[in-house]
């Protein structure tokens, strides 16, 4: 009979004993409460707490992310997309992000969703999807503004799609198709008008070689017929200077004889030569001797 007490007794000090030493891990914090109502924050490692008086909340410190699931939006130019996302976020403020909002997943969901139809809503389905990285920095500031009174710092948001109506995704195909086969003509008929200058840039400088060479050859040619006008040139009038003198002489002698005056012409003068009286002097010369 006083065994069973004692043991009640026992039991009750192991279970109070068990409900007073808490573990926090090393990527948590601990909200002790008295009573109810908060009292202080603990650290990782082991914590005392006063049995069926303090109770001990755990908070996840690390980063964590939640999906937004897909939604139908309505952009500036009255186009409807399907989007969805991922939101990081991580707790910087544990008190807070416990006791200030009840889910904050679904509050931040919520909010997510609401901004986004906000922010997709006020531009064009071109602009939507050349400016994502633009949105998301927006939602995620609107975010991050919302949630700092949760104790909750909004690291980054990403939308993972946004997925226009199935007939625009193929006007849209057909356009890229379009622009990239004008690209590809555009870049070969760039090719084709490099290689035509190129061509006429060879055949130009071909020509003018060629034209400097005849022209060349041109100069030298009469560089050398003038050098051969000058070598005969000179040759004559080496070579009929004396005798050009005698038949000036010559003529003035025919002038003089042709009225058939009678002149003495000495035996050494030189016009005996250019009247062919050369043996009429050989023998004058013999008489006189």
Do not use: C
């Not at 996840?60 to 989007?83: A, F, G, H, S």
């Not at 986004?116 to 006020?122: E, F, Q, S, T, V």
């Not at 503004?145 to 909004?154: D, F, I, L």
């Amino acid at each position: 009979m006083i065994a069973f007490p004692l043991l009640l007794i026992l039991l009750f000090l192991i279970v109070t004993l068990a409900k007073s030493v808490r573990i926090v891990r090393q990527y948590e914090k601990g909200l002790v409460t008295r009573l109810g109502k908060y009292n202080h924050v603990v650290g990782p490692g082991m914590t005392l707490l006063i049995p069926f008086i303090e109770k001990l909340i755990l908070v996840d410190m690390r980063e964590k992310v939640i999906n937004v699931e897909p939604q139908k939006v309505i952009t500036k130019d009255n186009v409807l997309v399907v989007v969805d996302g991922v939101i990081y976020y991580r707790v910087i403020d544990p008190v807070k992000a416990e006791f200030e909002v009840q889910d904050f997943g679904i509050a931040a969901t919520t909010l997510a969703q609401t901004n986004l139809r906000n922010i997709i809503g006020d531009k064009t389905l071109d602009e939507t999807l050349v400016a994502r990285d633009t949105v998301n920095a927006m939602l995620r500031d609107v975010l991050d503004e919302a949630t700092n009174a949760w104790g909750v710092k909004v690291t980054r948001v990403e939308l993972q799609k946004i997925d226009p109506p199935q007939d625009i995704t193929d006007a849209m195909s057909k356009q890229m198709k379009a622009e990239r086969e004008k690209r590809a003509m555009v870049l070969e008929a760039e090719g084709v008008r490099q290689s035509k200058i190129l061509q006429a840039e060879g055949e130009k400088q071909s020509s003018i070689l060629t034209a400097q060479g005849e022209a060349q050859a041109v100069l030298l040619k009469a560089q050398a017929q003038a050098k051969a006008i000058a070598q005969v040139a000179q040759a004559a009038e080496e070579n009929f200077k004396d005798k050009a003198a005698l038949y000036r002489q010559f003529e003035v002698l025919e002038q003089t004889l042709k009225n058939n005056t009678k002149y003495v012409i000495p035996t050494s003068a030189k016009v005996l030569n250019i009247l062919g009286l050369d043996e009429l002097k050989g023998k004058v010369s013999k008489k006189n001797g």
